[in-house]
């Protein structure tokens, strides 16, 4: 039976913490008692440097009950990292680890099967939402926006997948050579490959307590998903440089039949040509370095280029 460990990230969690914990412990005892899950399975708790209680609880059920354990980060972090960090001593002790919210969003009925897909050989569980009733019409709408936006950019991102997953021990061994530090999990998490599968449900209100996502946390980890995975804004300005001097030939035409023409002003012609083709050219040089710095940017990234899933020897 694989030991299982649900890892937790918590942010000024106090008010939800309290019921988080008591589901959370029945259900891990049920996924014991129906042996899907080993005796020595933990729920995982990552402080992410709250500034309430957070710690004083997670330090509280850490002493009531053995089955949970907590780590305190030195401040915070963010989310993503927070995940990592509890993902990776995870890592050490467990056969595979479920990423859950704090707030109990994601529905934790659905464990089971997360853990029977893990059994059937699946490294990696995704969590996929069915509906999205329970978000706000602006949630809904600029977060299904972004994933189309994403996959327009070839970014291969689960659709409707946030960071409700099951990563077994060789998933997350792989996850520790991605050594970037804009980390954007649903992104990388698809990279690492092996064999994955998909189970939905449907994501509920917050407990208690408001979001610790505000809009502009949302815009700014948009921005690094895209700016993380996807070269291609570098690609679109020398498109736009190739478009504006193929229309500068047209500007420049234009202007030089006003001339002939006798319709320009003395040397309005020269100041037009000039500006068209200085523009497009400009655009393309912009567009080439872009390309360079493209290229200097994944290498820096010293992403791993392969993960091996088996070595017949
Ligand atoms: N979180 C965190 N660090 C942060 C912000 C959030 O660890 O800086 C945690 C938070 O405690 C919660 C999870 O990330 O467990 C998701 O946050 P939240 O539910 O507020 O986001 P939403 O569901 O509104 O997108
Ligand atoms: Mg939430």
Redesign the pocket.
């Known amino acids: 039976m694989p030991v299982i460990y649900f890892v937790?990230?918590?942010?000024n969690?106090e008010e939800v913490l309290p019921e988080t914990n008591r589901r959370l412990l029945i259900k891990l005892n049920r996924l014991i008692d129906s042996g899907r899950a080993d005796e020595k399975s933990r729920i995982l708790y990552i402080d992410?440097g709250s500034r309430d209680k957070t710690w004083d609880i997670i330090m509280g059920f850490h002493s009531e009950c053995e089955s949970v354990c907590g780590l305190k980060l030195a401040h915070?972090a963010?989310?993503q990292n927070?995940l990592l960090a509890g993902l990776m001593t995870a890592r050490e002790h467990a056969d595979c680890a479920i990423s859950l919210?704090?707030?109990l969003?994601d529905d934790i009925d659905v464990l089971d099967e997360f853990v029977d897909r893990y059994k059937e050989g699946c490294e990696v569980v995704y969590g996929v939402r069915n509906k999205r009733e329970s978000d706000t019409f602006f949630k809904r709408f600029t977060a299904q926006g972004f994933y189309k936006f994403m996959k327009y950019l070839g970014v291969d991102i689960i659709y409707n997948h946030a960071d409700y997953r099951l990563m077994g021990k060789n998933a997350l061994n792989a996850l520790q050579d991605y050594k970037e530090v804009n980390l954007f999990l649903r992104g990388i998490v698809p990279l690492i490959g092996y064999k994955s599968g998909v189970v939905y449900y449907n994501r509920s209100e917050?407990l208690v307590g408001e979001?610790?996502?505000p809009l502009k946390k949302m815009i700014s980890f948009a921005l690094d998903g895209i700016t993380s995975f996807s070269v291609k804004p570098l690609r679109i300005i020398s498109n736009l440089g190739i478009l504006i001097s193929l229309l500068s030939v047209v500007g420049i035409l234009y202007a030089l039949i006003s001339y002939i023409a006798g319709v320009a002003v003395p040397g309005w012609t020269a100041i037009v040509a000039s500006i068209w083709l200085i523009g497009g050219i400009q655009l393309l040089c912009i567009g080439v370095v872009g390309g360079y710095i493209g290229k200097i940017y994944s290498e820096v990234k010293s992403r791993p280029r392969y993960n091996i899933e088996e070595f017949l020897n």
């Open positions: 937790v990230p918590c942010y969690e992410d915070n963010g989310h927070a919210d704090a707030d969003q917050r979001s610790k996502y």
